[in-house]
């Protein structure tokens, strides 16, 4: 089927770096003769009717921004046969006969059941967590990784002016990507991560009484948000029971904002380019990926179906670096 229209959004959590992602898809598209609707708020815009043509200037000074110009949002209406059905009818209303779904995992669920319906889509990997089984990377992590270690810098100052230990929370919804490179690059003491289970005692008292003992003068524990504990409770217990002043920080949201990174920019726009050359090919129902350290593509439904961990050997080198 040739295709004349296509769509692109942003769906699920935004990350640094969905903006160049927007604009490679507007400008490789257009330079090549096809037009480009850009639908607000994923797929509550898609529901709405809420899309209008982008054109290449509509993307100029966008690649620099954190966020996502076409905004994005969680919609569960769409997860519904209906909400599939209506969907798939908007985009022929729009005459949208692609569309380019830049998102997580569940996004890509979206995509995959309009690829069902007819319209052809290629997902984009774009969330913070870099928890997306079929891609070695999602755009926004990255930044959201300079975000982090900027803030823990930060922090160590402090805690080293006040002989303290200080607990941070960072993202990653069921995952500790973002928790172990941050922990590895600030030189915390300990990472927590919901993959692999820890003995508190062991793993983060001990190894706070042996830094006294070692002459260390502060103490940086970074963990993931989706562990079973929460960073006021972990400092509380520390507190108890090493005697050391402790802090919490929960650096929250401030990693999903922020200016790209050169690697998200270029990440972003080499899979704009790719998801834009897969519809011209007439492809669908594909995620660009990266594997192997090259960006290459994969069917939605086998994407989904693979699994990927923290690597235990970054886990374990903040353990080895912190003697
Ligand atoms: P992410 O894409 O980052 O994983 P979500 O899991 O919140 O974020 O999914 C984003 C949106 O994708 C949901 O709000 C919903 O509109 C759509 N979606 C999620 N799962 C499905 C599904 N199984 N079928 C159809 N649409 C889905
Ligand atoms: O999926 C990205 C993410 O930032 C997670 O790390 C975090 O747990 C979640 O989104 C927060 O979601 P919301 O922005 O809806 O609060």
Redesign the pocket.
């Known amino acids: 089927m040739a295709i004349k229209n296509i769509g692109v959004l942003t769906s699920?959590?935004?990350?640094p770096g969905m903006n160049a992602a927007i604009r490679a898809v507007v400008r490789c598209a257009i330079g090549k003769g096809f037009k480009v609707t850009g639908i607000r708020q994923g797929y509550r815009g898609l529901l709405k009717g809420d899309m209008e043509e982008l054109t290449p200037r509509n993307v100029s000074e966008c690649m620099q921004r954190g966020g996502t110009m076409l905004e994005t949002a969680?919609c569960p209406e769409f997860k519904t046969p209906e909400g599939i059905a209506a969907g798939a009818q908007m985009c022929r209303d729009k005459g949208i006969d692609a569309l380019v779904v830049i998102g997580?995992d569940g996004s890509f669920k979206g995509a995959r059941a309009l690829s069902e319906a007819g319209i052809l889509t290629i997902g984009i990997p774009g969330?913070?967590?870099n928890?997306i089984s079929c891609s070695e990377y999602t755009i926004g992590f990255d930044t959201a990784l300079n975000t982090a270690i900027e803030a823990v810098d930060k922090i160590r100052d402090t805690c080293a002016s006040h002989h303290r230990c200080s607990v941070i929370e960072v993202?990653?919804?069921h995952a500790g990507y973002?928790a172990v490179e941050t922990a590895i690059a600030t030189g915390a003491e300990v990472v927590l991560v919901p993959e692999i289970p820890f003995d508190f005692e062991k793993e983060v008292i001990d190894a706070i009484l042996s830094g006294e003992k070692k002459g260390k003068k502060h103490y940086i524990i970074i963990m993931a948000?989706?562990i079973d504990m929460s960073a006021g409770k972990i400092a509380k217990r520390i507190k108890d029971e090493t005697g050391i002043d402790t802090r919490e920080t929960v650096l929250g949201?401030i990693?999903?904002g922020g200016s790209p990174t050169v690697r998200d920019r270029v990440m972003a726009s080499r899979m704009g380019e790719r998801a834009v050359n897969l519809l011209e090919q007439g492809m669908t129902n594909r995620v660009v990926v990266v594997k192997d350290g090259e960006i290459t593509d994969m069917d939605i439904t086998d994407g989904l179906n693979m699994k990927k961990s923290v690597d235990p050997g970054l886990y374990n080198l903040v353990k080895t670096l912190s003697i």
């Open positions: 699920g959590g935004d990350a969680r997580g969330t913070i967590d928890d993202m990653g919804a973002i948000e989706g949201h990693q999903r």
